[in-house]
């Protein structure tokens, strides 16, 4: 993430630990991804300019569209009803 001119590299353990003090100090409970992604982890709440990741290939995007991809990767599908066998 490129945070006051700082670089933060996404997926790292550093970036986690921003978003977590942030929603901490928010005061929000039970929000859901896109709320989080919105509300917490989108912008710089001092100067509210975008957060952007820096990807390990070099590529910079704005911090809500690598997050909602890696959210979109966590989608679980459900199983299909035919997979769904009584075992008895």
Same mark, same amino acid.
């Given at each position: ?7 933060? =590299? $996404? $997926?790292?353990? +550093?970036? +986690?630990? =921003?978003? &977590? @003090?942030?929603? +901490? &100090? !928010?005061?929000?409970?039970?929000? !859901?991804?896109?709320?989080? %992604? *919105?509300? %917490?982890?989108? &912008? !710089? !709440? ?12 070099? @590529?910079?995007?704005? $911090? +809500?569209?690598? =997050? ?5 990767? =966590?989608? %679980? *599908?459900?199983? $299909? @009803? ?7």
């Amino acid at each position: 993430m490129v945070r006051r001119g700082a670089p933060y =590299l $996404a $997926a790292t353990p +550093a970036f +986690a630990t =921003l978003l &977590r @003090e942030k929603y +901490a &100090r !928010s005061g929000l409970k039970n929000v !859901s991804v896109e709320e989080f %992604i *919105e509300q %917490i982890a989108t &912008r !710089s !709440s001092t100067t509210g300019k975008p957060y952007r990741v820096k990807l390990p290939g070099g @590529e910079v995007v704005e $911090a +809500a569209v690598w =997050l909602r991809r890696q959210a979109d990767q =966590l989608t %679980i *599908e459900p199983k $299909a @009803e035919a997979n769904l066998k009584d075992p008895t």
